[in-house]
Every structure is written in structure tokens, then in C-alpha cells.
């Protein structure tokens, strides 16, 4: 079985129609997506002079041919890319869970064209409540990764989705006490033959940030060192992707760059146990594809 994992595409549809080129060129069986899948980057539009522009905290890549045209072909673009226009004045999680649904139906219609199996994981920065997101994932047929235990062929993939604290107070943060008891959930189905999927990283594994501080969990950590898995998945940490193999596990990193247009992740063979790492930008050509299309 031919797995593609990534993570981190926030809300970024570009990303997905580069996930279905690769889908059919890798033969790619299914897709894993380890968290924050739902939009971040939000904005105002506004004139400034002759022309549109943006205000948003998320730098705008090729801004001048992003925002040049009329207001509707504007607001087209930016959805694609994963923004998301909300008021200055009424900034607030009501608003942001409001417009974060509402984008993930339309990822998930998109991921539903893939025509192959799909797993998502809840991410901190997915802002949706539990309810929400099991009804969203059960109404396409997506499988939810939340706490969750598959069977696929001779593996199983088992979900987690806490984080430790962030200095965002994003959601389905937890301090490493209470993230220990929300493992032993599904410590009793990690073994060998199983493919973990955790939005966060382990301790001091791929999870250094750009200022290099480690900010793993401890208790990650000590349950895949215990449990030995054969592959270890995660994101949360963009400036950490790769791979590391510790004591005969394999660690990945799938982290995207939405904000870069940059695609990333890993192919994972579980029958010849290759792999293949992906590092796919979106190019202003084949925007303009997507967007036309």
C-alpha cells in the first residue's frame, strides 16, 4: 500500500488539486492529512487607491498578481490559497469556527474527488468543534483519525490529536499531564504494525522551531518508545520537516507551507517499506490553471 502523508495544509485548495496530480502519477492508494486542514490565514480587503488590498497577520506570496483584477476575482484567489475574508470589527472564535466549517466542506468536497481513501486529523489550528468535525468527515466519507483505530492491510493507523499549550491558545490543547491520560486511549492498539498519526511531535524528534527551542511532548515520546510503532506521523512544526529513524521506528515530519505554496510530505511504501519525500511549490502557471478551472 502506497500512503501519502502530509499535514499543515490550512485551508490551501492549491495544495489539494497538487496532492491529485501526485495521487495519479505515484499511484497513491491513500491519503493521511495529520492536522490544521481548515483555514488561518484571515483578511480584510480594502482599496487602496486604484487598486485592492489585503491586510492579514500571513504574508501574501506573489501579492501584486494575486490581488490584481476586479474584487470577485480577488476574493476567488485568496480562497484558493487559503484565506479567508472576516470583518475587522467582529473578530472573534464564534465568527472564526463559522467560517472554518464552512471552508472544510469545501476541502472535503474536494478531497472526496480523489477518489481514493482519505484520514484527517483535527489540528490546533482547526478551531471546529469535535461534534462539527465528526459530522463534516461522516457527511463526505472521510475517515476521522480523532482517537481513532483503523485496519488497513498488514498495518493499522491509530490517531491522536493533542497538542501541548502553544502561546496561541489554539484548540485541543492539553499540558503533558493531561495529554498522558488522553493517550492511554489508544496506547492498547499501538504495536508494531501500526502507522501513529499525532498532530504534535515527540520530544526532541523534528520538533525544533525557528527561534530552536524543542517543544515535542514528553509523553509522545514515551509512548512510542514503549509501544514501538513502525512509523511515527506528525506535523505542527513547519520549520522541522524530514525524517529521523531512532531504535527502529521512523519519524516523519509531513509539515506543508500553505502560506509558501509549498507542498510537503512523504510517500510511504508499507510493502517494499521505501519511502519518497515531497517538496511540490505551486507555480504562478499552474495557479492560474487551477484558478481558471
Given at each position: 500500500m502506497k500512503i501519502f502523508a502530509t499535514a499543515d495544509i490550512h485551508g490551501n485548495k492549491s495544495l489539494i488539486y497538487l496532492i491529485r496530480e501526485m495521487i495519479k502519477k505515484e499511484e497513491i492508494d491513500l491519503l493521511v492529512i495529520a492536522g490544521d486542514i481548515a483555514p488561518k490565514g484571515f483578511y480584510q480587503l480594502y482599496r487602496n487607491g486604484l487598486k485592492y488590498d489585503i491586510r492579514s497577520a500571513f504574508c501574501l506570496r506573489n501579492r501584486g498578481i494575486i490581488l490584481d483584477g476586479n474584487e470577485q476575482q480577488i476574493r476567488t484567489k485568496l480562497d484558493l490559497l487559503g484565506f479567508v475574508e472576516i470583518s475587522r470589527d467582529n473578530y472573534n472564535l464564534s465568527l472564526i469556527r463559522?467560517?472554518?466549517?464552512?471552508?472544510?466542506?469545501?476541502?472535503?468536497?474536494?478531497?472526496?474527488?480523489?477518489?481514493?481513501?482519505?484520514y484527517l486529523l483535527i489540528g490546533n489550528d482547526d478551531h471546529i468543534s469535535d461534534n462539527d468535525w465528526d459530522k463534516i468527515l461522516s457527511d463526505y466519507g472521510i475517515y476521522n483519525l480523532n482517537l481513532k483505530a483503523y485496519e488497513l492491510e498488514e498495518f493499522k493507523m491509530v490517531g491522536f490529536q493533542y497538542v501541548l499549550p502553544t502561546p496561541w491558545n489554539t484548540n485541543n490543547e492539553l499540558p503533558e499531564d493531561r495529554l498522558a491520560d488522553e493517550l492511554t486511549h489508544i496506547e492498547p492498539y499501538i504495536d508494531r504494525k501500526t502507522i501513529l498519526i499525532t498532530h504534535g511531535p515527540p520530544k526532541n524528534i523534528l520538533d525544533r522551531t525557528g527561534n530552536g527551542l524543542r517543544v515535542g511532548s514528553e509523553s509522545i515520546y514515551r509512548t512510542v518508545k514503549e509501544k514501538q510503532p513502525m512509523f511515527h506521523v506528525f506535523g505542527h512544526i513547519h520549520e522541522a520537516f524530514g525524517k529521523a529513524t531512532i531504535d527502529n521506528i521512523t519519524f516523519y515530519n509531513v509539515a506543508s507551507l500553505w502560506d509558501d505554496w509549498l507542498l510537503r510530505g512523504y510517500i510511504i511504501d508499507t510493502k517494499t517499506m521505501n519511502e519518497k519525500r515531497i517538496e511540490r511549490r505551486i507555480l504562478l502557471g499552474e495557479f492560474k490553471h487551477f484558478y481558471d478551472g
Open positions: 463559522l467560517r472554518q466549517k464552512e471552508a472544510l466542506r469545501r476541502i472535503c468536497e474536494l478531497l472526496k474527488t480523489l477518489r481514493i481513501p482519505v
